[in-house]
């Protein structure tokens, strides 16, 4: 599977999680309807489940006149699979990559206005942890 489609099947997963309470594993099983089992996808529910408050943290610290409730459950789920990202993968993924990712998922999945929002959050974010 590539990495694109492990994303947003990650988001996918995510968004059951958040819906319905679901179990990663079942939401990873439930999005790759029959699907050959893809070790990213997993990576990416698992981490960002495990990582959530972290990444919540950042992604509300970066937020102008919005709390993270507030969000869309795709936005605030594709954030969380880029700065999971960001955070744990440094090595094999790239920042603009992620960034450029997460952007074209949310042109996909979110509204008219989530690829420019993200991208403004997400930007925000990178530069937070470059600097560190």
């Not at 990576?43 to 709390?67: A, C, F, P, R, Y």
């Not at 969000?71 to 790239?94: G, H, Q, T, W, Y």
């Amino acid at each position: 599977m590539k990495r694109r489609t492990a994303r947003e099947k990650a988001l996918q997963a995510l968004f059951q999680i958040d819906m319905s309470q679901s179990q990663p594993m079942e939401a990873i099983e439930n999005v790759l309807e029959d699907q050959p089992h893809d070790e990213y996808l997993t990576h990416l529910v698992t981490g960002v489940v495990l990582h959530k408050q972290q990444i919540d943290e950042m992604i509300k610290g970066s937020l102008e006149k919005w709390t993270i409730e507030r969000l869309a459950i795709v936005d605030r789920n594709l954030m969380r699979i880029a700065v999971f990202e960001l955070l744990f993968c440094k090595e094999s993924v790239p920042a603009n990559v992620v960034l450029d990712e997460a952007i074209e998922i949310a042109k996909l999945f979110g509204d008219d206005q989530s690829s420019r929002f993200v991208n403004g959050v997400l930007s925000k974010i990178k530069e937070q942890i470059n600097s560190l």
